[in-house]
């Protein structure tokens, strides 16, 4: 008796079904995109502290190639050491 009703009564009548299938995408789309931004936040604090990593391997590619001497690194280092 309610399996008739289910099948061959009003809800499966034309729209029944997309509503259905609308509201799970956009269940499955709001929890991706909450993972995304999750993980994505996160990796923006670690790019945030890697900024003066990687100036600090710029500064010592420039002292490896000769670009500048040691007291010029020197000078920069503690530059660097005071910005963060």
Known sequence: MWHNQMWDGHW???WGFFPMLIFWGLMLFLFFYIIKTVFRSG??????????????????????????DEAEFNTLYEKLRHVD
Do not use: F, H
């Open 12 to 14: 499966m009548m034309g």
């Open 43 to 68: 990796s923006r604090s670690l790019d945030n502290n890697s900024d003066g990593d990687n100036s600090l391997s710029i500064l010592k590619e420039r002292l490896a190639r000769g670009e500048i």
